[in-house]
């Protein structure tokens, strides 16, 4: 398959087709942008709205936090919604980022060298992910199924081997600092992390857009079968996204011993979070759509909302209710929209 | 085919968008400005590693606000919806930056809210501690100073002294159970530890149980062990829903008060009856509505009139035969 293989399910397939003289700018950008629109909407409402409330939430700082807060949840996203881009789930990434950010934190303690021991567990998490992949694919099991086993399968592990106590360094390691603890100055809440964050997206869109692989993660979660037909290893494209989530929330969870410098063996519940800020970002559950700057932008949409929340006052809970109406709000503006345009292809 | 769209439909994609952007606007205006009267300054925070779901927590809620209502100043209390530390220093970073008056919070993992707290000294920002102390070794990490108190209990001591009203009413070397529903939770794992040094003159063999946090399933489970361990003397619970399920099991077995004795923690009306009853021999009674109210009072105080309030200001105690009626009539009306 060439680099230049029709697209299948990207989500603005026909921009091209649009008359220059009929596409204002607003125009331009719901055509090819259409899966972020609803993120940047959530953005720019939270932001009016928490602003207006608290002039504080304005700030580069308040800002540094959000994307310290959205690093971590955001790196989980990006593997998550290219599995789902691809038409998969993964539900296992909380409880591998939890055990993986474990096994790190006990190798560091055990003084094992650094770099060997973020390379062995990046290995171990995208093992785990692969484990995922083989045991969906070989046995055509829905990956639903395989990964809320392992979900509960790697948290149990967590507990065991730490016996439910958390891992926690008093003083700061060099490579956790590296990791997630550095910041720009000691009262800033922007963290180290928030930079491994953008590298992450940064790789991933390029492998996205701009590479054959990216064009074969679309049509194997968009037109399966027209993707397999023209030669696109389906199988072999969910593996790989399979290991890639995995190895995602390992790195996450490196990111947060690096930042929090201990980590509880507690359930993180954060797979239905990667879940909720990729389908804010415009990734569909449905597989064949979604970008990075769609993942991105749903994740520091989410993450506006818990700070601005606390920022005006409110009481916590509210949080899980506003994504709530985040989520559907944004599902229904990209329905809306698909629909829209696909009445006026056919 | 077709694919060219007309500007009609493009304008009714952007009202569209506009629209429901206006509504969600709209709504979240309303909602976050009814919780929002003064959030710009002088909001005093309490920010707890776990949310108001949990009836515990509920009662120090209420003592949040019921300061803030005294005092006449803005208090909130925050926290995640499941035990998450690190939601918990996410929330305290956005009260630093929501530049608040103060800020409360626990030390449920001292290493994760360590760097929030300094970031808070930093700022100009009080803060105090509360429920439970940070381990010796992590408190002389902290920043002189930061925070300016702490006001709650030390659980093991607390766990300790109500698991010692057990040593008259067991054998030597009796056999006992933990039950946890929190796993992983450092507050549970030193309540486990006083539960045991109260009772370590009696050389017992202590066991620890996972029950997860559903009731009808923790039921099960500890009826479970019971059948596989027959020889149990005593159910050791860390919260009320272990409690629950404790004396439901132990109720529907028909079994008698003496043949297995139960030592619960926080107080809640099933656990006010059964130690009516005598199913419930004692129960840790933390009386967090005062972890709620005094470090509120405390850091209002410490803002307005610069009383430094001492290090450690306790609080918390056991609930048994002595006192239930009295903490019974206490818990209707709220306060516990």
Redesign the interface.
């Known amino acids: 398959m060439k680099a230049d293989t029709p697209r299948v399910g990207r989500s603005a397939p026909f921009a091209d087709s649009f008359p220059s003289a009929l596409t204002p700018l607003l125009g331009r950008l719901i055509l090819h942008r259409r899966r972020e629109l609803g993120a940047v909407i959530a953005i720019a409402v939270t932001y009016s709205v928490f602003t207006y409330l608290n002039p504080a939430f304005l700030t580069w700082a308040t800002f540094g936090g959000i994307l310290t807060i959205a690093a971590e949840i955001g790196t989980i996203t990006i593997g998550e919604g290219v599995l789902m881009v691809s038409g998969e789930f993964d539900l296992s990434v909380g409880s591998n980022f939890t055990f993986s950010a474990i096994v790190l934190g006990l190798l560091l303690k055990a003084a094992v060298p650094a770099a060997l021991s973020v390379i062995t567990v990046l290995g171990m998490a995208g093992l785990i992910g692969l484990l995922n992949g083989l045991i969906t694919l070989r046995t055509r099991i829905p990956s639903f199924i395989t990964t809320l086993g392992t979900l509960f399968f790697w948290n149990g592990m967590a507990l065991w081997v730490t016996g439910g106590w958390p891992i926690s360094f008093i003083a700061p390691l060099p490579v956790l600092n590296v990791l997630g603890n550095s910041t720009p100055s000691p009262a800033s809440s922007l963290h180290v992390s928030a930079a491994w964050w953008g590298v992450v997206a940064v790789i991933f869109w390029i492998i996205l857009e701009k590479t054959r692989y990216g064009n074969w993660v679309y049509g194997t979660g968009g037109k399966t079968e027209a993707a397999r037909a023209i030669g696109v290893p389906v199988d072999t494209v969910k593996l790989i996204n399979f290991t890639l989530c995995g190895l995602l929330a390992g790195l996450a969870g490196a990111l947060q011993l690096g930042r929090m410098m201990s980590i509880s063996p507690v359930r993180s519940g954060l797979e239905l979070e990667a879940i909720a800020s990729a389908v804010v970002g415009g990734v569909s559950l449905f597989g064949g759509m979604g970008t990075v700057l769609g993942m991105v932008l749903g994740t520091i949409a989410l993450a506006s909302i818990e700070v601005g929340l606390v920022a005006a006052g409110a009481p916590s809970f509210w949080y899980t209710a506003f994504v709530g109406c985040v989520i559907i709000v944004i599902v229904v503006i990209n329905t809306q929209l698909d629909q829209l345009i696909f009445t006026r292809r056919s | 085919?077709?694919?060219?769209?007309?500007?009609r439909?493009?304008l009714?994609?952007?009202v569209?968008?506009t629209v429901?952007?206006s509504?969600?606007?709209t709504?979240?205006?309303h909602?976050?400005?009814a919780?929002?009267?003064?959030?710009?300054s002088g909001?005093y925070?309490w920010v707890a590693h776990v949310?108001?779901?949990d009836p515990y927590w509920a009662v120090v809620q209420r003592g949040v606000q019921a300061a803030g209502k005294a005092l006449g100043v803005?208090a909130?209390?925050?926290?995640?919806?499941?035990?998450?530390?690190?939601k918990q220093?996410?929330?305290v970073?956005?009260?630093?930056?929501?530049?608040a008056a103060g800020i409360v919070t626990t030390s449920a993992?001292?290493?994760?809210i360590?760097?929030p707290l300094?970031?808070a000294a930093?700022?100009g920002i009080p803060t105090i501690f509360s429920d439970t102390p940070p381990p010796k070794?992590?408190a002389a990490?902290f920043a002189n100073g930061t925070p300016i108190a702490f006001v709650g209990v030390d659980v093991r001591i607390a766990a300790a002294r109500a698991s010692a009203k057990l040593v008259p009413l067991l054998q030597k070397g009796a056999e006992v159970v933990v039950v946890?529903h929190?796993?992983?939770?450092?507050v549970l794992?030193i309540k486990t530890s006083g539960y045991i040094e109260g009772i370590t003159s009696l050389d017992p063999k202590v066991d620890k149980l996972?029950i997860g946090e559903e009731t009808t399933k923790a039921v099960e489970i500890i009826r479970a062990y019971l059948q596989k361990n027959p020889n149990t003397k005593a159910i050791f619970t860390l919260g009320a829903l272990g409690t629950h399920a404790a004396v439901k099991l132990l109720d529907e077995m028909k079994a008698s008060n003496d043949k297995i004795r139960v030592v619960g923690s926080d107080i809640d009306d099933v656990t006010l009856d059964a130690i009516k009853r005598g199913r419930v021999v004692s129960a840790i009674d933390l009386q967090q509505l005062g972890f709620g109210f005094l470090p509120i009072a405390l850091l209002y105080l410490y803002n307005n009139y610069a009383l430094d309030p001492n290090d450690h200001i306790g609080a918390g105690g056991t609930v048994d035969a002595k006192n239930v009626d009295f903490i019974t009539k206490l818990a209707k009306q709220g306060f516990r």
């Open positions: 085919m077709q694919e060219k769209l007309s500007r439909d493009l009714k994609a952007t569209g968008a429901a952007a509504v969600l606007s709504g979240t205006r909602i976050a400005k919780f929002a009267q003064s959030a710009s909001t925070y949310g108001p779901g803005k909130v209390f925050e926290g995640p919806s499941g035990y998450s530390p690190p220093a996410d929330m970073n956005a009260a630093i930056s929501a530049k993992d001292p290493a994760v360590r760097g300094q970031r930093q700022a070794d992590f990490t946890n929190e796993p992983g939770n450092r794992e996972v």
